[in-house]
């Protein structure tokens, strides 16, 4: 491999990373900070044998620090879509504040019980766990209102030089992030996915489990923009076609996810 391939293969994520921090920097930190926080997570899996129903109990941090490190970066991204003088704005700080919050408390507290062998999540065991479950669950909502907002604000004052039909994406995208995931995310924490370790990689089920649904619309947020970036430079009018082709679709296999999740 020559020196260019190589200085190309380390300078891309690096100039990402950076584009990141310029756009927003405390979310960009807090993804990173995820993702550095999944290395002793990763040990831990291997050095404690602990499971609770048929799952190590490590792997439900690193899962969660993935999801927040991609939801907080992704989040930070889209906050450049807006002019640097709206990206101090109350609504923004709103946004910022609530994310940071939210996720710090969900993986202290998926961490602790991970290291008791204890669950995190459907914990009815006294009241104690049942109030900190609950404040889980409104800080999840409240993450997906923070895509709202932003959505609202993208729409309403974002940059000019953008392309229509990216912008939309990316707006559609932050809406069926709050519509499908959180939405999803209600019904879920009332129904536990079954026992086991499920397919590989995910442990999801194939039926009778609501996270591949979950899965689905939090990613809203990710798939609806990388179908934007596609239709870059099509004539504006296909562009917009395809894009609500692309959306209806996506809906329609996030709802059949759900009636086999149910």
Known sequence: MSTLSINQTWTGPIAVIKEALVRQRELTILALFMLVAMIPA????????????????????????AALALFSFSTAWFIGLLPKARRHTPALRFIVTSIIGASLLEITYIVLQASRGQ??????????????????????????????????????????????????????????????????GIMLSTMQPPDGEGLPLTGWHASRDLRPAHFLGMHAQQFLPLLGLTLLGQPRASARRKLNIGVILYVALWLGLVLLGI
């Open 42 to 65: 990763a040990i831990a899996y291997g050095l404690d044998p602990q499971e609770l129903r048929g799952v190590n109990v490590w792997i439900k941090p690193m899962k969660f620090m």
């Open 119 to 184: 669950a995190s999540h459907y914990s009815y065991s006294d009241s104690l766990h049942i109030m900190l479950y609950g404040v889980m669950g409104v800080g999840a909502i409240l993450m997906c209102l923070t895509q709202a907002v932003l959505a609202i604000q993208i729409s309403r004052y974002g940059r000019e030089d953008i392309d229509p039909v990216w912008r939309m994406a990316v707006v559609r995208g932050l809406w069926l992030t709050l519509l499908l995931g959180a939405g999803v």
